[in-house]
């Protein structure tokens, strides 16, 4: 007996049930007509994930039920065919405090027009970026439902992580694990998700089928490499990281009856083909480009801007934009002050040769001087400080954002993390536009991207792209004269790490200083990261790559008298 598996590893939009059912039965009648008699859907795939406030609107819940209808319809003509449709599910009569929730994450299994089984999501994420609770009510029963002679346990994505609805499955007969998942991605997760279901697996002697989401949402980006696990642990097969794929396993009975690990069932067997996992480098890169591609060509974007000052960050927010959306659908700007050195203009059109796209050039030397005519009397008498640099940072941004009004391309901002959290960027100046690419991006990996970048082409948009002098200067806002970032900064390396300890990790500012860190240095890095909590709310929305990011998994007040 075989039993081929379909992993429906495909890319949705939140609310657009029609284009989403449309990718479900078509990925479910190629899959079928190839022999498969499962499919699996990643989970809510039927709305995308995740809708948030919209599961409190009941226009949004039916459509959703009639979205489900839609499939189950589409596909009543494919006898055998067994399809697991994420989808929320139910209602709830709203007071005027509160909802009273009856909704559910659900999973329904259709099968020849009808609904052959349920499951509700029983574990609610109510962490990092995961507000379920908010939304839904946990089930509380297992579901086992049977495909050409196998027993499939219906698990949805946190439910694997805990040992009882996985028990509670086996229990009832389940032979396979099917898990359906929309697990956001960050550096090193992939990793913990096989092997935290390789431990699912070794308690309850199931093989496992994970099946995932591909692409992003608004600051999150799913990266796929779904997998399965035979009973005995060894990784059976595993699917690309960013890519849409009808990920095939083929499922086999063994008919000799010998223990498989300390259980004594028949063994089911899984096998499909395994891809190798990336590179940290390589998935970074990944992310960011699915993160701006989807972002802009799921918000009908025609195209991205950015100033390009012929430093690195720019540079970087560049060579991803080329890759996410191909030369002709970027333009630059480089913007000029009176402090812009002569490298960064030759290095500005440099790379923007190197990769084809757009290049103007906008003195804002004009600007800054009628600002300063204008402001003469009121600063008469007070020193230069960093008022006059931000005012260059605010002519510039003024200028890129009448230029994405005027033609619709949204402006790419191009701060990182590590100017993020210690407020070394300027509120609508650097900070104006409408996607942080490098939002969770510390600088020493940055650099680190770009020479990455330059030694691999993974779009074919153009090797090399950044100029090596770009990656070798040492970093300035060229905002006054012989400006760099160390001049109000610690190291980069010394830097990020704090930020990393401090604002990932949770660490003391006594644990950080006892692991060698120098006391000015932390108590500095510290004090701006609470002091810019009302710059950070103000900033666009960014793709997230660490397991805490500045977004929907840092919430801060910006009123805060509390010193650790």
């Known amino acids: 007996m075989t039993l081929k598996i379909c992993v429906a590893q495909l890319n949705f939009v939140v609310g657009d049930m029609a284009g989403n059912s449309q990718k479900i039965i078509n990925c479910a009648t190629t899959a079928y007509h190839d022999g498969a008699r499962l499919v699996l859907t990643p989970e809510l795939s039927l709305c995308g994930y995740a809708a948030e406030d919209l599961f409190l609107r009941p226009s949004f819940i039916k459509a959703c039920d009639d979205a489900l209808k839609t499939v189950s319809t589409a596909l009543s003509g494919l006898k055998g065919l067994h399809v697991v449709v994420g989808h929320p599910s139910g209602g709830g009569e709203r007071t005027r405090s509160v909802s009273v929730q009856c909704r559910f994450n659900m999973a329904s299994v259709l099968s020849e027009g009808q609904v052959a089984a349920t499951y509700a999501k029983r574990e609610l994420p109510n962490y990092q970026v995961f507000d379920e609770r908010r939304y839904f009510v946990a089930g509380d029963k297992p579901c086992v439902f049977e495909v050409s002679g196998v027993k499939v346990g219906l698990l949805i994505c946190e439910d694997a992580w805990f040992d009882a609805p996985a028990q509670d499955a086996k229990a009832e007969g389940a032979e396979l694990l099917a898990v359906i998942n929309a697990s956001p991605f960050h550096v090193g997760k992939g990793d913990e998700r096989e092997q935290a279901m390789r431990g699912r697996v070794q308690a309850t002697g199931l093989p496992l089928i994970y099946a995932h989401l591909v692409g992003g949402q608004d600051e999150v980006v799913f990266e796929g490499r779904s997998f399965a696990f035979n009973a005995d642990g060894a990784l059976a097969a595993r699917a690309p990281s960013f890519e849409v794929t009808a990920f095939t396993v083929e499922v086999a009975r063994n008919l000799v009856t010998q223990p498989v690990s300390r ?62 959306l191909g030369a002709n659908k970027v333009r630059t700007v480089m913007m000029p002050s009176p402090y812009t050195a002569e490298i960064s203009w030759v290095d500005a059109r440099e790379m923007a040769q190197r990769l084809g796209v757009r290049y103007n050039e906008m003195s804002i030397v004009p600007e800054f001087e009628a600002f300063s005519d204008s402001l003469k009397a009121d600063f008469e008498g007070t020193t230069p400080d960093t008022t006059e640099e931000n005012i260059q940072a605010r002519i510039r941004g003024t200028l890129l954002m009448a230029l994405s009004n005027k033609f619709g391309s949204i402006v790419l901002t191009t701060g990182n993390k590590s100017e993020m959290a210690t407020g070394y960027c300027t509120l609508y100046g650097d900070m104006a536009g409408g996607f942080a690419v490098l939002k969770d991006v510390t600088k020493t990996l940055v650099f680190k991207l770009a020479r990455w970048r330059n030694a691999h082409d993974p779009y074919g948009t153009g090797a090399n792209p950044i100029p090596e002098r770009i990656i070798t200067r040492p970093p300035s806002a060229e905002l006054r004269p012989d400006q760099t970032d160390q001049d109000s900064l610690p190291p980069y390396e010394v830097l990020d790490e704090i930020i990393a300890r401090f604002m990932e990790n949770d660490q003391s500012s006594d644990e950080i200083m006892a692991a060698g860190f120098e006391r000015a240095d932390v108590e500095k890095v510290t004090r701006l990261i609470r002091f810019n909590e009302y710059k950070r709310r103000q900033s666009p929305v960014g793709i997230r790559v660490t397991h805490r990011s500045f977004g929907k998994d840092w919430r801060y007040p910006i009123t805060n008298k509390f010193r650790a």
Do not use: M, T
């Not at 069932?265 to 960011?288: K, M, N, Q, R, T």
């Not at 009908?300 to 950015?306: E, H, K, N, V, Y």
């Open 263 to 324: 259980f004594d069932a028949p063994a089911i067997h899984l096998s499909g083909e395994v891809v190798e996992d990336g590179a940290l480098e390589a998935d970074l890169w990944h992310a960011l480009v699915w993160g701006v591609r989807d972002y802009i060509g799921k918000n009908g974007f025609p195209s991205a801007l950015l100033g390009l000052s012929g430093g690195i960050d720019s540079a970087l927010v560049l060579a991803i934009a080329v890759d996410a």
